[in-house]
C-alpha cells in the first residue's frame, strides 16, 4: 500500500515537456508566416532604395536653384527654341532644342555659355565634383538642333557635356562618328547591285526509254545524261 501512494504522490512531467515542444515548434513558425504575410502584402510595390548617405550631395540643388539655371539659361543663351531643366538621381539635365538653323559652331558654343551659367549659379567644385567623404552631383547639358522625325530625316546636330562627380567636363558630338572609317565600311549606301545574268540550261537532245533526258553521247556512243558546259 505504501509503495502504491507513493507512485500517486509522484509529480507529473510528460505534460510539460508537450508544452514546450509546441512552443519551440511554434516560434519559427509564427516567424515564417509573419515573413510571408509581409511579402504578400508588398508584392504590388516597388523596392526603393537610396544609393546616397545622409553626407551626400550636401550642400543641396533645390527648385529655387534650378529655376534661377534655367531663367539665366534663356536670358544669356541664344537661339533657344525650347529648353528643359531636371533633377533625378542625383543629376542635374539640362535639355535645349535650338533652332533649326543652327550649326555645328552655334550649338557647340551654346553648351560652353550654358555650362558657364551653371558654374556661375552653381559652382562645378561645389556642386558637381565629389569630396573625400560624400558624392556629389552629376551635370547632363544636351543641345541639338532637332530631334528626327518625318521633316527631319537626317541631318541633326547633337552635342552633349557631361561632368560626374568623379570625373572632368567631357563634350561629345553624339551624331558625328568617331571612326568615318568604321561606319562606312558598316552603313548601307542603298545601292542596288545587279546581279550577272545566269546562262540558260542547256536543252537534252533527246529522252531515253525511261524520260531520262539525254545531252549527248561519249566517244564510245553511251548516252551522257549530265548537262554539257562549256
Not at 197 to 207: D, F, L
Amino acid at each position: 500500500m505504501a509503495r502504491n501512494k507513493n507512485k500517486q504522490n509522484k509529480p507529473k512531467q510528460g505534460h510539460k515537456l508537450v508544452w514546450f515542444a509546441l512552443i519551440v515548434i511554434a516560434i519559427p513558425c509564427a516567424i515564417v508566416a509573419m515573413v510571408l504575410l509581409q511579402s504578400i502584402g508588398a508584392q504590388n510595390n516597388p523596392v526603393t532604395g537610396n544609393r546616397f548617405s545622409k553626407n551626400d550631395c550636401n550642400p543641396g540643388i533645390s527648385k529655387s536653384d534650378i529655376n534661377k539655371v534655367l531663367d539665366s539659361i534663356k536670358g544669356n543663351v541664344g537661339s533657344i527654341e525650347n529648353i528643359n531643366i531636371n533633377l533625378k538621381s542625383a543629376t542635374l539635365r539640362i535639355n535645349i532644342n535650338a533652332d533649326d538653323a543652327a550649326d555645328e559652331g552655334t550649338i557647340a558654343s551654346m553648351v560652353d555659355q550654358a555650362y558657364e551659367v551653371v558654374n556661375q549659379i552653381l559652382p562645378i567644385d561645389t556642386y558637381f565634383t565629389n569630396k573625400e567623404d560624400s558624392k556629389m552631383y552629376d551635370l547632363e547639358i544636351n543641345i541639338y538642333n532637332w530631334l528626327v522625325d518625318d521633316k527631319h530625316p537626317e541631318g541633326q546636330i547633337y552635342i552633349q557635356c557631361t561632368k560626374t562627380g568623379a570625373g572632368n567636363r567631357v563634350v561629345d558630338n553624339l551624331t558625328s562618328p568617331k571612326d568615318k572609317d568604321l561606319v562606312n565600311s558598316i552603313t548601307r549606301t542603298g545601292e542596288i547591285i545587279e546581279e550577272p545574268e545566269q546562262p540558260a540550261p542547256p536543252e537534252p537532245i533527246e529522252y531515253d526509254v525511261y524520260g531520262n533526258p539525254i545531252y549527248g553521247y561519249d566517244e564510245y556512243g553511251n548516252p551522257i545524261y549530265e548537262p554539257i558546259t562549256e
